[in-house]
């Protein structure tokens, strides 16, 4: 009775699209357009996603919830083809939305206990987190989180509502396994973001008091704001600000309370300026203008979020100095190494999507930003987190990142192309190789390879 009961809910909360999320999607969200219910590619998903659960339902129906799950996420694997059809700003929509109705396989099961850890007195389930630009309008948080991430970071959010850059502006190279794209920063911005984190948190608190009135403070805080799960807030500044360090004030006034950790964001390829934010001087003045409107906020026992900037891989040995004495001067409290490169590795250079502007994510960035990874563990001695993104795609690569000096991880391309069943795909192996080499932990391994 009850294994009919979940596979009912299924069909009824889960049918019309729990792979959506596979989507081949841009590395950076949209604008929302309307998807017409009409629409024939959105049928023939549909169809395909019903035919695949009456034909597992026979199966379904005899296996504990474990089996379930893993069986859930596997199948997602079956409808990826059928996003290929679509654009890949409406593939992006599509899985949003998804994800924000909790049409996507929800993980039950457990993380291996060797890759759970603490950082900035937060615990995390996990390393393996979604980078920012999936989500950048703070949609989707708790289904993102349902899926298994240790994290999920939103964004990037400007202060003023903005389109991006004209379309088309994402293209796939699926051979590459790679994708380019020029969104710009499309985002409805802080106020719009504020109040559906807003709701969220409080829908959240609802939930957690009315289940176990009971619970001690530190039970409800394992985890983060966003529940299970850490959220990360990733901030922007608008195109056509002249003053960058106020639309960053702006941004951690609005947003800092509902956030685990803050991001500064200053390597986006696509705003024009932006990256100039990287030299030490402007880097200083910027950090120490956040920090300041952070810290004099009213906090509780917690204390403020962590502030993190994120960087570019495309910068010189003496830039990455710069930033390592900004960030130990400064006692910064992380970096992320890195956001997309204006650079066209090989095999990218030979397709002919490469020449279209923008920033390339995936697969060819992964050599490039590990190295960067390296040089910026080295640079700061250890003593700064830092969150390895670029390229990963798989629990070895995970496990390299950790090695190279990275704490925690993030993914973007790779899962717009694997769609859900690469999480747990991710933290299985990641779990196989720390154990493999004598790890106890994710702790142990960080920066392994530069010690």
Not at 233 to 244: F, H, I, P, W, Y
Not at 361 to 376: C, R, T
Not at 420 to 448: H, M, N, T, W, Y
Request: glycine share 10%; aromatic share 6%.
């Amino acid at each position: 009775m009850a294994l009919r009961k979940i596979f009912r809910e299924f069909i009824n909360k889960r049918v019309l699209s729990p792979p959506l999320l596979t989507a081949r999607h841009c590395s950076s969200s949209a604008a929302a357009p309307k998807i017409p219910h009409s629409a024939k590619k959105g049928r023939l998903l549909t169809g395909a996603t019903i035919g695949l659960v009456i034909a597992g339902g026979a199966y379904v129906s005899t296996v504990d919830e474990a089996t379930f799950c893993s069986w859930l996420f596997s199948a997602t694997k079956l409808v990826n083809p059928f996003f290929a059809l679509l654009d890949p700003e409406v593939a992006h929509r599509l899985a949003v939305s998804a994800a924000a109705r909790g049409w996507v396989p929800r993980e039950k099961r457990p993380d291996p206990s060797n890759i759970g850890l603490e950082v900035w007195g937060r615990k995390f389930s996990n390393p393996i987190g979604l980078a920012a630009g999936f989500d950048k309008n703070a949609e989707a948080v708790d289904g993102l989180l349902a899926l298994g991430f240790g994290f999920v970071e939103v964004g990037s959010v400007t202060p003023v509502p903005q389109e991006g850059n004209p379309k088309p502006r994402i293209f796939r190279l699926p051979r590459e396994g790679a994708i380019i794209n020029r969104c710009g920063f499309n985002s409805e911005g802080i106020v719009a973001v504020a109040k559906r984190l807003g709701a969220q948190h409080g829908k959240r608190k609802l939930d957690e008091t009315s289940r176990n009135p009971s619970s001690s403070t530190d039970e409800v805080k394992h985890g983060g704001k966003a529940g299970p799960g850490i959220l990360g807030v990733n901030l922007g500044k608008n195109k056509t600000s002249e003053d960058a360090a106020a639309d960053y004030v702006q941004g951690v006034h609005t947003l800092s309370q509902y956030a685990d950790y803050l991001v500064i964001n200053v390597s986006s390829p696509n705003t024009p300026g932006l990256r100039v934010l990287q030299g030490r001087k402007q880097l200083k003045d910027l950090v120490k203008k956040v920090q300041a409107a952070r810290d004099e906020m009213q906090w509780g026992e917690e204390g403020p979020p962590p502030l993190l900037v994120k960087i570019a891989p495309d910068l010189s040995k003496e830039d990455l100095e710069d930033i390592a004495a900004v960030a130990l001067a400064l006692r910064l409290d992380g970096l992320i190494i890195s956001n997309t490169t204006v650079s066209r590795p090989d095999p990218v250079s030979k397709n002919p999507v490469a020449v279209e502007v923008g920033g390339l994510s995936g697969k060819p960035l992964f050599n490039l930003s590990i190295n960067i990874l390296k040089e910026m563990y080295v640079l700061t001695r250890g003593k700064i987190p830092l969150i390895g993104c670029g390229g990963v795609s798989s629990g070895r690569e995970a496990y390299q990142k950790i090695r190279a000096g990275a704490t925690l991880v993030q993914l973007y391309t790779a899962f717009a192309y694997g769609g859900p069943a690469l999480i747990p795909q991710i933290k299985a192996e990641l779990a196989e190789c720390l154990e493999r080499d004598g790890f106890k932990s994710v702790i142990e391994a960080v920066g392994a390879d530069c010690r």
